[in-house]
């Protein structure tokens, strides 16, 4: 059993059903959640931005691993 959610992905990748560099993405976007939820004051539109333009493919490829294995 995980102790975060970050740790989620780790194990995912350890066990074979996601690559490292897919690990590391989604690790990333647990801690930009966190921030959205939890202390969206803080957000930066920049960063905000950079994501909605350049890695919203990173969770279709997160989720294409994920259908591989479960098939």
């Known amino acids: 059993i995980t ?3 970050r740790d989620t992905f780790t194990l995912l990748a350890a066990a074979g059903w996601i690559d490292d560099l897919c690990a590391d993405k989604m690790r990333h976007m647990v801690g930009f959640r966190n921030v959205a939820v939890h202390d969206y004051q803080a957000l930066q539109l920049p960063i905000t931005l950079n994501i909605l333009t350049h890695h919203l493919d990173d969770f279709l490829e997160f989720s294409r691993s ?5 098939a």
Do not use: E, G, T
Request: cysteine-free; hydrophobic content about 40%.
């Open 3 to 5: 102790q975060s959610a």
């Open 66 to 70: 994920m259908l591989r294995h479960d």
